[in-house]
């Protein structure tokens, strides 16, 4: 209470540094030189606005964050102890290490599988719905209601679909399909089936952001376009492509960070099966490490690596999409 | 396909895409309302005369694992993005206005937050959690998603608050107006429609998580609606009409929430997709 007090009497003043000809940090410790009475408001200020939220950031987050870096030079395990300081070995270790090296060429897979047929699917969809009429903006509806559900609720209703009994296996043998696939329970297919129920799911919020950039285009440019003689896909390529190209970046960014964190999907569905970990992912590999095999040490190395691999692609792909951007 | 001569042929293909998408999601509707043993031999009827005994199943469980998931859910839920909003639009006000370098020190922290995978983090933040005594508590679970979720809900604040002009606070502390009640009674009321946007995101999200609540919670508490429909796969696998309903009716109030909401959701979504 006591600091929205000094607030008011701060605030009463008429030299507040806003306005002040030369703002940034030179002009606010200018001004706390200045007056010491300054100091007071001001930290009543961020104690009252921002803290809660960086405190709460800082306690779940970052320290948590710290301690995984921390324990990947650890050999920590509750049940073992004690934890001693291991140096390098639980990244030296990583680089042989099979099973991680398959979670990791799996979350690829998902990951660029997701990225490429969910973004050209939604804006197939997109084009195929950018009508205002109400059939369309009600097929838009339903393109984006697995979006709104659980993974967990997806997961459950395509193992009913893909199961070897399943729904779609029944529908095929109906129509004299004699040997259907293993949808989940074929080691060569498991992996692809994951990566299509991902993809299912993410499809509609590409649409939207699709459709959404659809309707910044605007329409005298397309005209123009015509009258100057462009045929259907010239006017796509050099009208509405270029200008898509922040729907672009938001739906990449937004797939790629999916796919790299799928875990959902596999804990659910087939728990790294079939066989030897054949649609294991990262986020699954470190989970099982930490809370099944309790090995807190080698698993936080995981855990870095895959920060580590997410934070790269994620930048890197939104520099170049964002280049783009500007450049059109 | 030129729009005049094939006019019949867009409906046509809208329909038969749409009509196959939304195949397994049509499968589980009908099938809640079907007699178990008619699911198997005819999955795509539809259930006539319509049964209410798979949901009667679900809601009359001896374990009570769907009424006292659904409880827990709501609390967290609920509490969660009332939290998250209060504090990501004070958090988002201060850091888009302040022009300190720790001010932008933080925003870039706060940025690098929204890539961090929850697996990354989640073994520490049981340690913190059992430190501070708050492991397998829904106050725990709360507070968890209270920090992983404030940088989404800044991120959202934030480019909103920078369309709310500068005089309209000024004027209001000029009139003797304290900081606290400039931002109450001025600038929150004129963040409504990022508001909106911060508590349907965050409450969908938040209701779907599955691994948070699953490891925080712990096995032997109550857990959460979504939590739920694992523990409900794993009893009975072969049960579709029991599971399906499940599925259901932990479905329904998120569904609700995001259908009444909904014009502020696609509005929030999209303005951020258009200005990038």
């Given at each position: 209470m006591t600091e929205t007090q000094h607030g008011t009497r701060g605030e009463a003043?008429?030299?507040?540094?806003?306005?002040?000809?030369a703002p940034g940090a030179g002009g606010t410790a200018r001004a706390r030189r200045r007056s010491s009475t300054r100091i007071g408001p001001k930290l009543g200020r961020f104690s009252l606005f921002a803290l809660p939220g960086l405190l709460a950031y800082v306690v779940f987050v970052l320290i948590p964050i710290g301690m995984t870096g921390y324990y990947s030079f650890t050999n920590r395990n509750p049940f073992n102890p004690p934890t001693k300081w291991v140096g390098l070995r639980n990244y030296g270790d990583l680089l042989g290490d099979q099973e991680f090296r398959q979670a990791l060429v799996n979350t690829v897979i998902i990951t660029v599988i997701v990225a490429v047929f969910a973004n050209v699917g939604g804006l197939l969809i997109a084009m195929l719905l950018d009508r205002p009429t109400r059939l369309y903006v009600a097929l838009r509806a339903i393109f984006f209601t697995p979006v709104v559900l659980s993974a967990v609720v997806i997961s459950v209703i395509w193992q009913a679909v893909l199961t070897d009994d399943g729904l779609l296996n029944s529908l095929l043998r109906g129509i004299g399909v004699d040997d259907p696939p293993?949808?989940?329970?074929?080691p060569d297919l498991a992996l692809y089936s994951i990566a299509w129920i991902i993809t299912w799911q993410m499809l509609g919020f590409c649409v939207v952001v699709y459709l959404a950039g659809l309707q910044g285009v605007p329409r005298e440019l397309q005209e123009a376009a015509s009258i100057d003689g462009a045929g259907r896909f010239a006017r796509f390529r050099n009208v509405t492509w270029p200008m898509l190209a922040p729907a672009l970046t938001i739906n990449t960014v937004m797939l790629l960070i999916t796919g790299f964190k799928a875990y959902d999907q596999i804990q659910v569905i087939t728990n790294g099966g079939?066989?030897?970990?054949?649609?294991?992912t990262m986020a699954f590999q470190v989970v099982q490490t930490a809370?099944?095999?309790?090995?807190i040490g080698y698993s936080s190395a995981m855990a870095a690596v895959m920060l580590a691999l997410v934070a790269t692609v994620s930048v890197v792909t939104l520099r170049l999409l964002q280049r783009r951007e500007v450049t059109q | 396909m030129d729009d005049r001569t094939h006019s019949w042929l867009r409906p046509l293909v809208a329909v038969f895409v749409g009509a196959a998408f939304f195949l397994p999601l049509y499968l589980v509707v009908v099938n809640v309302f079907k007699p178990g043993a008619e699911i198997v031999p005819h999955?795509?009827?539809?259930?006539?005369?319509?049964?209410l005994d798979n949901v009667d199943a679900v809601l009359s469980r001896p374990d009570n694992l769907f009424t006292f998931g659904l409880i827990n859910s709501i609390a967290v839920t609920a509490l969660s993005i009332t939290i998250l909003t209060v504090l990501s639009a004070m958090l988002g006000h201060y850091l888009a206005r302040s022009k300190r370098v720790l001010a932008k020190v933080a925003m870039v922290t706060l940025l690098c937050?929204?890539?961090?995978?929850v697996p990354v983090i989640l073994e520490p933040i049981t340690g913190v959690l059992k430190t501070l005594g708050l492991m397998t508590t829904l106050q725990g679970l709360i507070l968890v998603n209270v920090g992983y979720y404030v940088p989404f809900g800044v991120l959202l604040f934030m480019g909103f608050v920078r369309?709310?002009?500068l005089e309209l606070e000024e004027a209001a502390e000029l009139d003797g107006a304290s900081k606290l009640r400039v931002f109450w009674q001025v600038v929150f009321p004129l963040l409504r429609p990022a508001s909106a946007s911060v508590l349907i995101f965050l409450g969908v999200w938040i209701w779907n998580d599955f691994l948070t609540p699953l490891i925080?919670?712990?096995?032997?508490s109550g857990t959460t609606v979504t939590v739920g429909v694992y523990r409900a796969i794993g009893q009975h696998q072969s049960d579709f009409g029991a599971v399906f309903a499940f599925m259901f009716l932990a479905t329904l109030p998120i569904l609700v929430f995001y259908l009444a909401l909904q014009k502020n959701f696609v509005k929030g979504l999209t303005g951020g997709a258009v200005k990038g």
């Open positions: 003043r008429p030299a507040a540094p806003r306005p002040s000809p293993g949808w989940l329970s074929d079939p066989g030897a970990g054949t649609t294991s809370f099944n095999g309790n090995h | 999955p795509a009827a539809l259930p006539l005369p319509p049964t937050g929204l890539m961090i995978p369309s709310v002009p925080l919670l712990g096995p032997d």
